[in-house]
C-alpha cells in the first residue's frame, strides 16, 4: 500500500467578529456559504490572537461572540453547507486529502453523523478548536502516531510505532508471506487524521468506530454539530465494534496539579474531560486537595483480515494516560495472586503502574498461571486484560462515591445547629451532584454489558466465551453497586430535605418566641401609654396630677404582670398535669396487660 502523504492544511478564519456580521451569518446560511476557506495566506494565528485567551472546547467558544450562533454551523447549517477547508486546486487536494478522508466526506452527505468525523479529520482534532490552533500546533496534531502492536503465532510479542513512517513500514510488511498469518491486536493512544487515514484504508475499517471514539458528550443541546444518536440494540449487536464508556478517578494534592491534567486532557486530539469533585471539609480533606473523574472510552474494533491472510485482527482505540496526579488509593493493585513463598523473588516480575497502555501489555504477556509471553487459547481474549482493568477503575469510583455518601450522612447525623455551621448548603450541593452523576454511570455500565453480552456470552462453553464471561461476572456486580449507591443517595436526599424542613420550622419557632418577648413588652407599656393619654386629655394638669398618674399606672401595670406569669405558670401547671395523668393511664395499661 502506497504511503499517502498528509501535509497540514492551512486555516484561515474570516474576520466576521462583530454581533451583527454574527447574526447575519446565521440568518443567511446557503450552500454557497463558507466560513473557513484556505488560502496560502494563512492566518490562523491572527485568528487566535484576536479570540484571546485559549479556552477549552467544551466552554462553547461560539457563545462569545453570538449565544445563539454556532461559528462552525448548528448541525441544520452543516448538513447541507460545503466542507469548510476545501482546497483551491485539484493538485493540492491530492496532496493533502487522503482516500479514507474523502471517502468519509463524500459518504456523510447519506450518513449524517459522520459530517462530524470529516470535520475531525480535517483538523485532526475537536472541530469547535479549530479557531485556537497555530499552524504548528495542527501539524502536530496531524501527524500524531502512537501504536502499540501485540502479535502472536508461536509466542507473544509487542512493538511500538510512534511515526508515521513506522507505520508505513509495518503496514508494507503485512503483505509479506508468513507475516500475515500471526495474530495482532494494534492498541492505538488517541485518534490523529494520519493514523485514521492510515488504518481506515488499509483495513477497510467502518468509519463509525472512529465517529464513536471521539467525544464525550453525555447530553446535547438541540443544535449541537456533534450530535451523535445512539445505534438501535438490533443494529448495534451486529457490528463488528462497539464502545464502552468509563470513568478514572485520580487523587491532585493541589489545584496547580488538577489545572496541568486538565491541560493535558486539553491536548488529546480526542475529548476528554476532568470533572473534579470541588468537595472541601476541613475534618476529611486537605487544604486545596481535590479528586478528578477522567471521563475515558475504550473502542474495540475485530475483523478478519481478506484474502490469503486468514490471521485474527483487532484495533483498540484507547485514550492517552493522565500524567499528573495520582490514582485513587495508588490504584487497584495486581490483578495476580501474590506467588508462593517458595518462588524466587527473580523469577516474580512487577507491573509499572501509572501509563494504561503498559499496564495492558504487561498483563496480556504475563497472565496469570502461566509463563510469560504464552500465546493465549484463542486471540479473541487478547483485549480481556483492558476491560479488567475497566472493571477495576469503576470498583474505585464505586468506593469513592460510597465514601463520600458516608460523609455525608455522617454530617447528617451530626445535630443540626452543627450541620449549618459546617456549611451544610455545600453537602447538599455534593449529594445532588452525586446524584444527578450515578443515573449516568448507570447507562455506562448498563451498555457495556449490552455490547459484551451480544458479542461474547454463549450458551456452549468455548474459549472465547469462557474468557469473557469473568468480564461480564464483573459489569455485572458493578451495575449492581452503582443501583446501590444511587438507591441511597436518594435515601439520604429524602433525609436531608426532611433535616432542612426541621431546620427551618425550630428557626421559625424561634422567630415566634421572640414575637413573645417583645408582646410581653406590650403588657408593661400599653397600660402606662393609656394612662399617659388619659390624664392628657385637659390642656394643663398640677404638679400632684404625675403623683396620682404613678400611684394609678403602677399597680396596674404590676397587676397585670402578676396576672401574665399566673397564667403563664398555670399553664405549665396544667400542662404537667396532663403529662403525668397520661403517664398514671399508660402504667395502668401495662399492668392490666401484665407487662410489668
Not at 7 to 29: D, F, I, M, Q
Not at 146 to 159: A, C, L, R, T
Request: glycine share 4%; charged share 25%.
Amino acid at each position: 500500500m502506497s504511503a499517502t502523504n498528509l501535509a497540514p492544511l492551512k486555516l484561515v478564519v474570516t474576520n466576521s467578529s462583530t454581533r451583527e456580521k454574527a447574526s447575519a451569518r446565521h440568518s443567511s446560511k446557503s450552500s454557497s456559504g463558507s466560513d473557513f476557506h484556505v488560502s496560502e495566506a494563512g492566518s490562523a494565528l491572527r485568528a487566535r490572537q484576536r479570540i484571546g485567551s485559549w479556552h477549552p472546547p467544551h466552554a462553547n467558544l461560539h457563545m462569545k461572540e453570538d449565544p445563539h450562533d454556532f461559528y462552525l454551523g448548528d448541525i441544520y447549517a452543516r448538513i447541507s453547507r460545503p466542507f469548510d477547508c476545501s482546497l483551491s486546486t485539484q493538485a493540492e487536494r491530492e496532496e493533502t486529502i487522503g482516500r479514507y478522508h474523502e471517502r468519509v466526506r463524500d459518504i456523510s452527505k447519506g450518513w449524517h453523523h459522520l459530517r462530524y468525523l470529516a470535520d475531525f479529520m480535517t483538523v485532526s482534532t475537536v472541530p469547535l478548536r479549530c479557531r485556537t490552533l497555530t499552524p504548528d500546533d495542527r501539524h502536530e496534531r496531524l501527524n500524531r502516531v502512537n501504536i502499540s502492536v501485540v502479535e502472536y503465532g508461536d509466542e507473544m510479542s509487542s512493538k511500538d510505532l510512534r511515526t508515521a513512517d513506522e507505520l508505513d513500514e509495518f503496514l508494507g510488511n503485512l503483505s509479506q508471506e508468513g507475516a500475515a498469518q500471526r495474530h495482532r491486536l494494534l492498541v492505538v493512544q488517541d485518534l490523529s487524521t494520519r493514523v485514521i487515514e492510515k488504518l481506515g484504508s488499509a483495513f477497510d475499517i467502518e468509519p463509525g468506530v472512529f465517529r464513536s471514539h471521539i467525544g464525550d458528550y453525555v447530553w446535547l443541546n438541540t443544535r449541537d454539530p456533534q450530535a451523535e444518536i445512539p445505534d438501535l440494540e438490533s443494529f448495534s449487536v451486529k457490528s463488528n465494534y462497539f464502545s464502552a464508556q468509563y470513568v478514572s478517578p485520580r487523587y491532585f494534592e493541589n489545584q496547580e496539579q488538577l489545572n496541568a491534567a486538565k491541560a493535558q486532557a486539553e491536548s488529546f486530539n480526542v475529548l476528554r474531560r476532568v470533572d473534579h469533585d470541588g468537595r472541601f471539609k476541613e475534618w476529611s480533606d486537605v487544604p486545596g486537595s481535590d479528586v478528578g473523574l477522567v471521563r475515558s472510552k475504550v473502542s474495540l474494533w475485530v475483523r478478519p483480515n481478506l484474502g490469503s491472510d486468514q490471521g485474527w485482527f483487532a484495533i483498540l482505540l484507547v485514550d492517552p494516560t493522565i500524567e499528573h496526579g495520582f490514582p485513587l488509593w495508588s490504584g487497584y493493585g495486581n490483578f495476580h495472586p501474590p506467588p508462593s513463598i517458595n518462588t524466587p523473588l527473580e523469577e516474580i516480575t512487577f507491573p509499572t503502574y501509572g501509563n494504561s497502555v503498559q499496564e495492558f501489555l504487561f498483563w496480556t504477556l504475563n497472565r496469570a498461571n502461566t509463563p510469560a509471553n504464552t500465546p493465549p487459547v484463542a486471540p479473541d481474549i487478547l483485549p480481556l486484560a483492558f476491560f479488567t482493568m475497566v472493571a477495576a477503575q469503576w470498583i474505585l469510583i464505586c468506593e469513592y462515591v460510597n465514601a463520600r455518601l458516608g460523609q455525608i450522612e455522617w454530617e447528617t447525623e451530626l445535630g443540626l445547629s452543627h450541620l449549618y455551621a459546617q456549611d451544610f448548603d455545600q453537602t447538599l450541593k455534593t449529594l445532588l451532584l452525586w446524584r444527578r452523576r450515578l443515573p449516568i454511570y448507570h447507562s455506562f455500565v448498563e451498555r457495556s454489558i449490552s455490547r459484551l453480552s451480544a458479542r461474547y456470552e454463549s450458551k456452549e462453553l468455548t474459549p472465547t466465551s469462557e474468557g469473557w464471561r469473568d468480564i461480564l461476572t464483573n459489569f455485572r456486580d458493578i451495575l449492581h453497586r452503582v443501583e446501590i449507591l444511587h438507591c441511597r443517595a436518594d435515601k439520604i436526599n429524602g433525609v436531608s430535605m426532611a433535616v432542612t424542613a426541621r431546620e427551618e420550622s425550630r428557626k421559625a419557632t424561634q422567630e415566634s418566641h421572640t414575637i413573645t418577648r417583645v408582646s410581653y413588652l406590650a403588657f408593661v407599656f400599653v397600660p402606662l401609654n393609656f394612662w399617659a393619654a388619659f390624664f392628657s386629655m385637659s390642656g394643663e394638669f398640677p404638679v400632684r396630677t404625675y403623683w396620682i398618674y404613678g400611684a394609678i399606672a403602677v399597680p396596674i401595670t404590676v397587676c397585670v404582670l402578676a396576672v401574665l406569669v399566673f397564667a403563664s405558670s398555670m399553664e405549665k401547671w396544667w400542662r404537667t398535669v396532663k403529662e403525668e395523668r397520661g403517664k398514671r393511664w399508660v402504667r395502668k395499661d401495662k399492668v392490666f396487660r401484665g407487662d410489668v
